[in-house]
Nanobody, 115 residues
């Protein structure tokens, strides 16, 4: 199994930045892809960014050029969010998909963009 713990949420003004961190533990070697999703109550959870085991990344169109997903090692995955908008006030979830096809989620980190 894989466990994911998130940190780095908080309050920023529009145009500000946040960096989210996701620390994986357990069977780290089983992880195929990592990703970040966001969700508000009553809406579907939406992919923000993903990164594969080979380093290939993908982003939602709405965040391209502003957000960056990256790893500094197999354990830690980050989402750098720049030029944040009010509409991006969401709970952000770290996600891992294993080679065996299972999915794990972090506990969620609240990102609030407000003036």
């Amino acid at each position: 199994q894989v466990q994911l713990v998130e940190s780095g949420g908080g309050l920023v003004q529009p145009g500000g930045s946040l960096r989210l961190s996701c620390v994986a533990s357990g069977r780290i070697s089983s992880i195929n892809t990592m990703g970040w999703y966001r969700q508000v109550p009553g809406k579907e959870r939406e992919l923000v960014a993903g990164i594969g085991s080979g380093g290939r990344t993908n982003y939602a169109d709405s965040v391209k050029g502003r957000f960056t997903i990256f790893r500094d090692n197999v354990k830690n995955t980050y989402l750098q969010m720049n030029s944040l908008k009010h509409a991006e006030t969401d709970v952000y979830y770290c996600n891992a998909v294993t080679w065996g096809g299972t999915t794990e989620w972090g506990q969620g980190a609240q990102g609030t963009v407000s003036s």
